[in-house]
């Protein structure tokens, strides 16, 4: 699995000061599971070290790049590089994209924008280069390294790459129509704990009311499930796909197994236990019962369990 990154994140020397701006979680954790493809627009077009540049706001309101002691304009510089680049993603296959942050070129969002006479700066900008990105692949999965700090933020950005590479391998293999009804299946839970009503819009496609041609189905299921892994999941939601999976063999348990599973959901609602307690009690019974149609749900297993992205409370709100 290949994964985009700021070149700076992985240690190298690429940054205006002639430093790096090195990420721990992606040297040594990400490092296990993907392969890194670094990019860095400014390198290539510029010299390292080399005057820091920053986003400017013109009297039309137009966005520039210039370098920060003000006398060069390198818009049009940055922005070829950034196109040039990010055209490179399309061939590099990649299923998921780390961007450095406040970066006037790779800054996913709130990048510091400066006004063009004397001022104050505005957290109100993007990075060319991420520009480019977010416009070339709404849906490919996107994340800052600061941003990746936060838990929730983490697990729901690995779990959309999981899918993501998931959904193009399994396109790949040309598959049937029992074949999509199966894929769609495992993502049940998974995408009921982002949203019910993609899930519902997913299976309109797959039921295929209207006869349309399989391709052109494969297509739109394709948009709908890239859509739908997008979007974040909620304590809530999670809450109901885990009472949704204990329904499945709860005439089968006594009152007092009963009694400790609800419990052990509600403490996971209560922000009190993290989701992978709640998951290890469950998949005991899902076990015992052999419960083939849970066994097969990317919701108990979306990605390497080593990742332990499920082991923090703060990973669900
Ligand atoms: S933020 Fe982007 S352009 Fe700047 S040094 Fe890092 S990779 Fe290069």
Same mark, same amino acid.
């Given at each position: 699995?290949?994964?985009?990154?700021?070149?700076?994140?992985?240690?190298?020397?690429?940054?205006?000061?002639?430093?790096?701006?090195?990420?721990?979680?992606?040297?040594?954790?990400?490092?296990?599971?993907?392969?890194?493809?670094?990019?860095?627009?400014?390198k290539?077009?510029?010299?390292?070290?080399?005057?820091?540049?920053?986003?400017?706001?013109?009297?039309?309101?137009?966005?520039?790049?210039?370098?920060?002691?003000?006398?060069?304009?390198?818009?049009?510089?940055?922005?070829?590089?950034?196109?040039?680049?990010a055209?490179?993603?399309?061939?590099?296959?990649?299923?998921?994209?780390?961007?450095?942050?406040?970066?006037?070129?790779?800054?996913?969002?709130?990048?510091?924008?400066?006004?063009?006479e004397?001022?104050?700066?505005?957290?109100?900008?993007?990075?060319?280069?991420?520009?480019?990105?977010?416009?070339?692949?709404?849906?490919?999965?996107?994340?800052?390294?600061?941003?990746?700090?936060?838990?929730?933020?983490?697990?729901?950005?690995?779990?959309q790459?999981?899918? #993501?590479?998931?959904?193009?391998? @399994? *396109?790949?293999?040309? !598959?049937?129509?029992?074949? &999509?009804?199966?894929?769609?299946?495992? $993502?049940?839970?998974?995408?009921?704990?982002?949203?019910h009503?993609?899930?519902?819009?997913?299976?309109?496609?797959?039921?295929?009311?209207?006869?349309?041609?399989?391709?052109?189905?494969?297509?739109?299921?394709?948009?709908?499930?890239?859509?739908?892994?997008?979007?974040?999941?909620?304590?809530?939601?999670?809450?109901?796909?885990?009472?949704?999976?204990?329904?499945?063999?709860?005439?089968e348990?006594?009152?007092?197994?009963?009694?400790?599973?609800l419990?052990?959901?509600?403490?996971?609602?209560?922000e009190?236990?993290?989701?992978?307690?709640?998951i290890?009690?469950?998949?005991?019974?899902?076990?015992?019962?052999?419960?083939? #149609?849970?066994?097969?749900?990317? @919701? *108990?297993?979306?990605? !390497?369990?080593?990742?332990? &992205?499920?082991?923090?409370i703060?990973? $669900?709100?």
């Open positions: 699995m290949k994964l985009g990154i700021s070149s700076c994140l992985l240690g190298t020397l690429c940054r205006y000061d002639g430093g790096h701006s090195k990420n721990r979680f992606i040297t040594e954790v990400l490092k296990e599971y993907f392969d890194f493809v670094p990019y860095c627009p400014e290539m077009v510029f010299t390292t070290p080399r005057e820091a540049i920053r986003l400017v706001k013109s009297k039309e309101e137009r966005i520039k790049v210039v370098t920060s002691n003000g006398n060069m304009d390198v818009t049009s510089t940055i922005n070829d590089i950034s196109k040039e680049l055209n490179q993603i399309e061939y590099d296959e990649l299923c998921g994209f780390i961007l450095k942050s406040n970066s006037p070129t790779c800054g996913m969002e709130r990048v510091k924008v400066y006004p063009e004397k001022g104050m700066s505005e957290k109100i900008g993007v990075g060319i280069f991420a520009q480019h990105i977010k416009s070339q692949y709404p849906f490919l999965p996107i994340e800052e390294e600061g941003r990746l700090e936060d838990a929730w933020l983490r697990e729901n950005f690995l779990m790459i999981f899918a #993501y590479f998931h959904l193009f391998e @399994f *396109l790949k293999t040309e !598959p049937s129509v029992k074949e &999509l009804i199966a894929f769609h299946t495992s $993502y049940k839970y998974i995408i009921y704990a982002k949203s009503k993609a899930y519902k819009e997913l299976g309109n496609i797959v039921a295929n009311h209207a006869k349309k041609d399989f391709i052109m189905l494969l297509e739109l299921y394709k948009d709908a499930f890239l859509r739908a892994i997008s979007l974040k999941g909620s304590i809530t939601n999670t809450y109901n796909v885990l009472l949704h999976l204990y329904g499945y063999f709860k005439k348990i006594s009152k007092e197994e009963k009694c400790e599973i419990e052990t959901l509600e403490e996971f609602k209560k009190q236990i993290p989701l992978i307690a709640v290890k009690v469950l998949n005991l019974y899902i076990t015992r019962f052999d419960i083939t #149609y849970l066994k097969t749900q990317k @919701f *108990l297993n979306p990605y !390497p369990k080593e990742l332990a &992205l499920r082991s923090k703060e990973a $669900y709100k």
